[in-house]
Nanobody, 123 residues
Framework: QVPLVESGGGVVQAGGSLRLSCATS???????MAWFRQAPGKEREFVAA????????SSADSVKGRATISRDRAKNTVFLELNSLKPEDTAVYYC?????????????????WGQGTQVTVSS
């Protein structure tokens, strides 16, 4: 497993933006990296993913057009930029990594998780 450390969460007004970071000491070229989120009382859900080698990305319909996932291979860091934030985006956001991910959206395909960072969107 590769250690993952998220940062960048906070409180933001609806319509605002945030940039989350996920840093790892591992080489992200060998991993699929993803962001999931979990709101109180709900299951952890997929937000976006990126192939650490190719840069291919995928995002959930709920954030499509509002979320951008990117990577800095030199810094082994993955970013999630969220725009036009809505109160329903409020959740703990988790970074995840896996080497053999066949389905970006499936939690079990990822074997390393960060501790999470809280994002709160006020209306």
């Amino acid at each position: 497993q590769v250690p993952l450390v998220e940062s960048g969460g906070g409180v933001v007004q609806a319509g605002g933006s945030l940039r989350l970071s996920c840093a790892t000491s591992g080489d992200i070229k060998g991993y699929y990296m993803a962001w999931f989120r979990q709101a109180p009382g709900k299951e952890r859900e997929f937000v976006a993913a990126i192939d650490g080698w190719s840069g291919h990305t995928s995002s959930a319909d709920s954030v499509k057009g509002r979320a951008t996932i990117s990577r800095d291979r030199a810094k082994n860091t993955v970013f999630l930029e969220l725009n036009s934030l809505k109160p329903e985006d409020t959740a703990v956001y988790y970074c995840a990594a896996g080497r053999n991910v066949r389905n970006y959206q499936r939690r079990d395909d990822y074997n390393a998780w960060g501790q999470g960072t809280q994002v709160t969107v006020s209306s």
